[in-house]
């Protein structure tokens, strides 16, 4: 009996050791994802700082990589439009994000907010393509038609028009996401505000959002890389032409976009195909940093309250 | 009392900016139900679309976009499931989980068209799996794997430690532990992510418009290797490459169907992880 006891705890001690070093392996895939994604894009984009002016291709104010004579990659008008398409749209979602996520966590009715909660979740499921397809359809016509002439915007999809979209995309993570930050501030803060005679709105103001900052600073940095990052809403609402523009009511193709065109319409391992790499490459720079500032907050707040 | 008055004041503002949101949902939900509705029938959801997507239904982009999501399942469930119990529950403080945990937060904000490029420069080519289902699927795994990791560390993590404990305390070993009482408890949660996970690989686009997604194939796939077509990229090829008075009756349908069943992922886990939250209060 003894003897028997002693082979199942060795058994089972084995069996221990087995499964860790089994998981160990398979979280090894998370670091080699984001390691490939480094190294793909990399070397797929490699070859283009040789085979194209790479001072032109930061600092050109020409996309035209189908010109017969000589293809012209000029990265600006693709990345104005980004900038554009993203400013714009975190202009609308921050306030709206932040309006929305204080009256769901210091206002509303807890009934109100049952409802009001998962239909915010439902909103962040809505795929991008279909987002993009009702702004196509639907949100660019009625621009277009509600507005005389003269006032409507100066195409028909435009830059306003996907960044519209954007911002419903970058709502419901703004909402959870700072919501998470301003559930977390210590509930004694406020009842000690509350209780030195403040209302509701100044505690509110000086002392809750203050503490959540970070948390709601995070949030903004990742809703504003998912904005930048978001291809099919801006392939399908902004008019794809490569124009320099900084008006956002004019047709303008994003980085995204351009890729998500013009990739399948290139041959692998031309100057063309690797270009595109490099504008991936810039892409995943941006984002990268963005999510960079987002950790950096977040961990400064997590300090702060442990 | 002027204080007061600021606060109604402000208190409005913030209703209005939540009224603003529920708002956008109920017309963008609304008007693809109005618009899609007059489409869908038994035929729409069963046939192979005809002359040009003009009759006939979306049964293959269907049928694709659920190989898409079984696939993806596969592949992802385990590894995300696994490496979240790995960062929970073994290495929490050590070098390599921090890593991990900075790997898993970068590739969270990685944008969906750069995956499509890693599928399309690894995969499809380097690899040389061509355009195929397995492509598709395995970059979409590699999409919503930080979301598979992330809710199933949090739904992990929520389970107190007087639990594992109790159970060490037992003499089980860590693996037990984990297996019989960790992992039990934490489901609901592990599952409501996995679904969320599941719904947002049912709508990504720009990853499969590079790795393999067909907008017109006369059969269903053959195998993993064959190509493919999917709802969300048939509905992005047929807005913006066809005359839009022909196919306008295909593009609602598409859009709503597809909607449908985005949404109604979305709902499931929602009320499995509301339900669970009511069972189980530590």
Known sequence: MAYRQR???????????????????????????????????????????????????????????????????????????????????????????????????????????????PAIEVLAGIPSVVLGFFALTVFAKFLWETFA?????????????????????????????????????????????????????????????????????????????????????????????????????????????????????????????????????????????????????????????? | MRRRAKER???????????????????IVGYIVFLGIGTISWEFLTQFPRRGFTQGGIFPAIVGTLYLMALV??????????????????????????????????????????????GLGMLVLFFGWGFSLMASAMTLAFLVLPLVITASREAIQAVPSSLREASLALGTTKWQTIRHHVLPYSTPGILTGIILSLSRAAGETAPILMTGVVLTKSILPQDIWDTFMAMPFQLYALATQTVFEKTKDFQYGTALVLLIMVVLMNLAAIIIRNRYREKYKW
Not at chain 2, 10 to 26: D, K, N, T
Request: aromatic share 12%; proline share 6%.
């Open chain 1, 149 to 306: 002439p003269g006032w409507r915007p100066d195409d028909y999809l435009n830059l306003f028009n996907g960044a519209v979209f954007l911002a419903i995309m970058m709502v419901p993570i703004i909402v959870s996401l700072s919501e998470d930050a301003m559930n977390s501030v210590p509930r004694s803060l406020k009842e000690a505000s509350l209780a030195l005679g403040m209302t509701r709105w100044e505690t509110m103001w000086k002392v809750v959002i203050p503490a959540a900052r970070p948390g709601i600073v995070a949030a903004i940095m990742l809703s504003v890389g998912r904005a930048v990052g978001e291809t099919m809403v801006v392939v399908m609402a902004t008019g794809s032409s490569p124009q320099l523009t900084w008006n956002p009511f004019s047709s303008g193709q994003p980085i995204t976009s351009t890729i998500a065109i013009e990739i399948g319409e290139v041959a692998a391992n031309t100057p063309h195909y690797h270009v595109l790499f490099e504008l991936g490459l810039v892409l995943f720079a941006i984002t990268f940093a963005l999510n960079f500032v987002a950790d950096y907050a977040m961990r400064k707040y997590t300090e702060r309250y442990q």
């Open chain 2, 73 to 118: 399942m596969v592949i992802a469930v385990p590894i995300g499931v696994l490496t979240a119990v790995y960062i929970s529950e073994y290495q929490g403080k050590s070098r390599f989980a921090g890593w991990l945990r900075v790997a898993v937060n970068n590739l969270a904000g990685v944008p969906s068209i750069v995956y499509g490029l890693l």
């Open chain 1, 7 to 117: 082979v199942t705890a060795q058994r089972r001690r084995f069996y221990d050791r087995a499964v860790y070093v089994i998981l160990t392996i398979v979280s090894l895939f998370a670091i080699l994802v984001l390691a490939a994604v480094a190294v793909f894009l990399f070397i797929n984009s490699y070859p283009a700082f040789f085979l194209i002016d790479q001072w032109q291709f930061f600092t050109g104010t020409v996309w035209d990589p189908t010109n017969p004579i000589e293809p012209i990659y000029g990265m600006l008008p693709l990345l104005v439009a980004t900038l554009v398409v993203t400013f714009i749209s975190a202009l609308i979602a921050i306030p709206i994000g932040l309006g929305a996520t204080i009256y769901l966590s210091e206002i509303a009715h807890p009934r109100v907010r049952k409802v009001l909660k």
């Open chain 2, 9 to 27: 004041l402000f208190f409005l503002l913030f209703r209005g900016c939540a009224l603003v949101v529920g708002l956008a949902l109920l017309i």
